[in-house]
């Protein structure tokens, strides 16, 4: 229950952070990485702001022995730079170029109920499934 | 009725106070950035996870674990929750487009497969993965900030 709770109040938080910074506004985003337009530099202050938050808080939680409500932290294991975090990490700024949208604002854009990001939210999780059983297949 | 009133007018004019200059807003950046790092930083402390939402909802996909299920579904709808709380105080947020439709298709599934493939997104990566001092996380983001702007560049000043 108050693990539930949690992550509803986070993602309900995360989610105001998104529109309080306009970060699920598209424009906002290309502003940022239009480096040889008219530069926007807010979604620079939102990775600056939130790391300087961050930062400090996730190497003082990580000393803690478990989290509040859980019995363990669940943490990347990887620590090998591969060819998959390379490669997806160049799709995924092909994409997210493109459309000036990453998952956490198309997803709390949905609010919105436009049919572009719903088309947008679809044709991503279609991605991520597709992405999903490939890598089931070459890692069998 | 009147404490509501009163609250919802100071709201409003701190709302006025932000600087809407059209190509910064930085009052929203800083205080929108304190929020996420927060929400991230409280669901480590609380439930031992990363605010990845490409994991997060990836994982939604990939388990049939009821407890697994709860709270990634609830954190996605909390997600639209926060949208729908900063309606109500604050009105309507513009979501002005920038692609079209096919254009939005395509970028959605690269979106897809590269965050899942890449196991990060900019949540995963560049705030949780940074904060987490991850190599990895600090190689992924610099790819996929480099490679968009890249993107914007090509599709703005080359092929426009």
């Known amino acids: 229950m108050k693990k539930a709770l949690t992550a509803y109040l986070c993602g309900t938080l995360f989610g105001l952070g998104l529109n309080v910074s306009e970060m699920i506004n598209p424009t906002r985003v290309i502003g940022f990485l239009d480096v040889a337009g008219v530069w926007d530099p807010t979604l620079l202050l939102v990775m600056v702001s939130a790391l300087v938050i961050a930062l400090p808080l996730f190497s003082l939680i990580k000393?803690?022995?478990?989290?509040?409500f859980s019995d363990h932290f669940m943490l990347p294991t990887k620590t090998r730079i591969d060819l998959r975090l390379i490669t997806g990490a160049i799709l995924f700024g092909i994409g997210w170029g493109m459309a000036g949208l990453c998952p956490g604002p198309a997803i709390t854009a949905l609010v919105s109920l436009s049919v572009e990001i719903i088309g947008f939210v679809t044709a991503m999780l279609?991605?991520?499934?597709?992405?999903?059983?490939?890598q089931k297949r070459i890692d069998r | 009725m009147l404490v509501y009133l009163g609250k919802f007018d100071l709201w409003n004019s701190l709302d006025d106070a932000i600087p809407m200059?059209?190509?910064?807003?930085?009052?929203?950046?800083?205080?929108?950035?304190?929020?996420?790092?927060?929400?991230?930083?409280?669901?480590l402390a609380g439930i031992g996870r990363i605010a990845g939402i490409s994991g997060i909802v990836g994982g939604l996909l990939a388990t049939c674990a009821k407890n697994e299920i709860t709270w990634r579904g609830l954190f996605v709808i909390g997600l639209v929750s926060g949208a729908i709380i900063y309606r109500l105080i604050s009105g309507n947020l513009p979501i002005q487009m920038q692609a079209s439709g096919w254009q939005l298709l395509f970028a959605g599934l690269l979106v897809g497969i590269g965050t899942n493939l890449g196991a990060g997104c900019t949540s995963g990566h560049g705030i949780c993965g940074i904060a987490s001092c991850s190599k990895r996380s600090i190689t992924a983001t610099?790819?996929?900030?480099?490679?968009?702007?890249?993107?914007?560049?090509?599709?703005?000043h080359v092929f426009e």
């Open chain 1, 63 to 68: 000393q803690c022995t478990q989290p509040f």
């Open chain 1, 126 to 134: 279609l991605g991520m499934w597709l992405s999903m059983q490939w």
């Open chain 2, 21 to 43: 200059v059209e190509n910064i807003n930085i009052i929203g950046g800083i205080a929108g950035g304190i929020l996420i790092g927060l929400a991230a930083s409280f669901l």
């Open chain 2, 142 to 156: 610099i790819t996929f900030i480099f490679v968009a702007i890249l993107t914007v560049f090509i599709m703005r």
